[in-house]
């Protein structure tokens, strides 16, 4: 494989930490999320940047990150799942790696964020957020290089298809 570094990118909920670190175990890469390394940075979880800062600062945190992370090489990256929405982080992601988008049902993602009560962007009435969100959000992914549906998926039958991928 020529690029050095692999990034899962696709919507909330669709496994990207998830899968991240089972792929990161499984190559012996390092594993980084961008939205705990923003954590550790700015020492709060997400949605208290969200609440005392906004969305905008966050976004700027997530692509100064995403940047910076990319220099390196041997990792697996999950990024948040706007960190797409930006075209200049779409530029670094191909540069840097490897771009992976994992999707799922809009009822699989439901279900998962609904058991994580924690992301500030879908709060309330998930199920309508989550919709919602999913239109705007329509195309986002498609610029990846190679998309994989989770919804039927076991965690380790996703990384064992990226692991197939990478060796083609
Ligand atoms: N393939 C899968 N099958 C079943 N549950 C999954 C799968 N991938 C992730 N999950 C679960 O869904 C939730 C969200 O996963 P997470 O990795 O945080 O997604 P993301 O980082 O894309 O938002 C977690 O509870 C996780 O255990
Ligand atoms: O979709 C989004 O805009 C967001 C997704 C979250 O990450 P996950 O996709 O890992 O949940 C996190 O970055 C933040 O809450 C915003
Ligand atoms: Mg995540």
Known sequence: ??????????????????????????????FTDTDTLIEVQ???P??????LHGEAAFRKAESDVIET????ERQIIS?????VLAEQNRTNMLQGGFVVALSASAETIIQRVSQDQ????????VE??????????????????LIIDTTQHPVSAIAELIMEHMKK
Request: hydrophobic residues 35%.
């Open 1 to 30: 494989m020529s690029k050095s570094n692999i990034v899962l990118v696709g919507f909330m909920g669709t496994g990207k930490s998830t899968v991240g670190k089972e792929l990161s175990n499984r190559l012996g890469w390092t």
């Open 42 to 44: 700015q020492g709060m």
């Open 46 to 51: 997400i949605s208290e940047i969200f609440r």
């Open 69 to 72: 992370v990319l220099k390196g």
């Open 79 to 83: 990024t948040g799942g706007g960190a």
């Open 118 to 125: 924690t992301r500030p962007l879908v709060q309330g009435n």
């Open 128 to 145: 309508e957020r989550v919709k919602t969100l999913l239109q705007t959000r329509k195309h986002a992914y498609d610029f990846a290089e």
